[in-house]
């Protein structure tokens, strides 16, 4: 099965620069698109924005466009977040997802990492 693993959280002032990677390992990976969501203290799980696999195109929301970006490298299965100019509303707990796509809703055969904390100070 494919397994998700999450790296480069960490704690940044408001204002700074993080790069979470997820890494995909085991069976061939075959998912349409990855993604992130993020879960903030106290509130729901929320979608930040995906990665088609194929042609690398992207979709993020409204609350990070023009601060966040979503890379991948296909050679080493790894998908990335660069997060620029973090605010404290950026602070959550951030999960990668693997599986279907249709529309900005991940379906079928979904994989989740355990998550990664950024942390955001004034």
């Known amino acids: 099965q494919v397994q998700l693993a999450e790296s480069g959280g960490g704690l940044v002032q408001t204002g700074g620069s993080l790069r979470l990677a997820c890494e995909v390992s085991?069976?061939?990976?075959?998912?349409?698109?990855m993604g992130w969501f993020r879960q903030r203290p106290g509130k729901i799980r929320e979608f930040v924005g995906y990665?088609?696999?194929?042609?690398?195109?992207?979709y993020l929301t409204n609350d990070v466009k023009g601060r966040f970006t979503i890379a991948r490298d296909i050679t080493k299965n790894t998908m990335f977040l660069q997060m620029n100019d973090l605010q404290l509303q950026d602070t959550a707990v951030y999960y990668c997802?693997?599986?279907?796509?249709?529309?900005?809703?991940?379906?079928?055969?979904?994989?989740w990492g355990r998550g990664t904390q950024v942390t955001v100070s004034a």
């Open positions: 085991g069976r061939t990976f075959s998912s349409d698109a």
């Open positions: 997802v693997a599986g279907g796509l249709s529309g900005s809703a991940f379906y079928g055969d979904v994989t």
């Open positions: 990665i088609k696999w194929a042609d690398g195109s992207t």
